[in-house]
């Protein structure tokens, strides 16, 4: 979920910059914050921060256990 919300914060960065655009508020809205809140919410997912707890116990495996006969 961080790695979308991260391409999204970098894609809306770059339309910004393309459009050499601030949108009024050049010290809040510049591509430099973008990019690092994007970066930051890649360290986020890199982190593992907001995944889902593996369901099944941490099962890996479908069927029939390997090497089990």
């Known amino acids: 979920m961080f790695a979308i919300a991260a391409a999204a914060v970098f ?3 770059l339309l910004l910059d393309l459009l050499d655009s601030d949108l ?4 809040l809205f510049n591509w430099q914050t973008l ?3 994007g970066l930051f919410l890649l360290a986020l997912y890199f982190a ?4 889902a707890a593996a369901g099944g116990g941490g099962r890996w ?3 029939r256990r390997p090497g089990r006969g």
């Open 24 to 27: 009024g508020a050049p010290d």
């Open 11 to 13: 894609g809306f960065a």
């Open 35 to 37: 990019v690092l809140i």
């Open 48 to 51: 593992g921060v907001g995944r």
């Open 61 to 63: 495996y479908r069927g």
